[in-house]
C-alpha cells in the first residue's frame, strides 16, 4: 500500500516543471499528512525533492537557485488553507512596478498574522477580512493591494502606464464589479482607471 502511495505522490511530481513548490496539502487527496510526509523526505533523500523548509519542499532547480519568496508563500498558504494576497511592495514588485526585489514578502491573508524566514528573506502573512478577500478573484484582489499602497493621490493617467498592460478589457467590467465594495478611494480610482464602464478604457 505505501509503495503505490508512493509512486502516485512521486509520478505527480515529475509531471510538475522544476523548481514547482509543495506542501503536504498538495497530496491531500492521495494519503494522510503523515504519509505524505514520510514519503516527500524519501524524495528528498533521494534528490528529487528539496526541502524547502518545514513542510514545504520544492524541485530542485538548475544551479542550486531557490525558489522565489512568492512561491514558497503560496505553497504556505495552501498547506494551511489560507486565501492569499500580496500586499504593499511585494504587490508592487509582482507587475513590475516595484523600486526593487523586497527583503520582506508581505501577504494578506483569511488566516493567522504569522512570519517565517526563507533564505535571505521574511515571508510575513497579515490577517484581513475573509469576506473582503472571498468576494475578488486574485486580480482584482491584488489590484486594491496596489492601489492602496499607492494611496488617494496617485495620478490616474500614472496608474495606466504601469497597470493596464496587466489587465484584458475583457477584465475590466468584472474588476470594477467586485472592487465596487472596497474602500470608496479606491473603488473610484479603478473605475477612472478603466475609464468607461462598457468595459473599455478611455
Given amino acids: 500500500m505505501f509503495n503505490s502511495i508512493n509512486n502516485k505522490i512521486k509520478k505527480r511530481i515529475e509531471e510538475m516543471p522544476m523548481g514547482s513548490v509543495f506542501s503536504l496539502a498538495d497530496f491531500a487527496d492521495l494519503a494522510d499528512p503523515k ?3 514520510k514519503t516527500l523526505t524519501r524524495l528528498a533523500e533521494s534528490k528529487l525533492l528539496e526541502k524547502t523548509m518545514r513542510g514545504i ?3 530542485p532547480l538548475e544551479g542550486n537557485l531557490l ?5 514558497v508563500a503560496k505553497a504556505l498558504a495552501r498547506g494551511n488553507s489560507w486565501l492569499l494576497v500580496p500586499s504593499g511592495e511585494t504587490a508592487l514588485h509582482l507587475i513590475g512596478a516595484g523600486k ?4 520582506i514578502w508581505t501577504y494578506v491573508t483569511d488566516g493567522t498574522n504569522r512570519e ?3 533564505g535571505n528573506y521574511v515571508i510575513r502573512f497579515r490577517h484581513a477580512s475573509g469576506k473582503f478577500m472571498k468576494s475578488m478573484s486574485e486580480k482584482t484582489a ?3 493591494q496596489v492601489i492602496k499602497e499607492w494611496g488617494p493621490h496617485m495620478p ?3 496608474m495606466r502606464q504601469k497597470l493596464l498592460s496587466h489587465f484584458h478589457k475583457s477584465e475590466y467590467l468584472n474588476i470594477i464589479s467586485e472592487s465596487r465594495n472596497t474602500t470608496s478611494w479606491i473603488s473610484e480610482k479603478i473605475k477612472l482607471m478603466f475609464g468607461k464602464t462598457d468595459g473599455s478604457a478611455e
Fill in 35 to 37: 504519509t505524505v510526509s
Fill in 57 to 59: 519542499f520544492h524541485k
Fill in 67 to 71: 525558489p522565489t519568496p512568492h512561491d
Fill in 100 to 103: 526593487g526585489e523586497p527583503k
Fill in 116 to 118: 517565517y524566514e526563507y
Fill in 142 to 144: 491584488l489590484l486594491v
Fill in 156 to 158: 490616474i493617467e500614472e
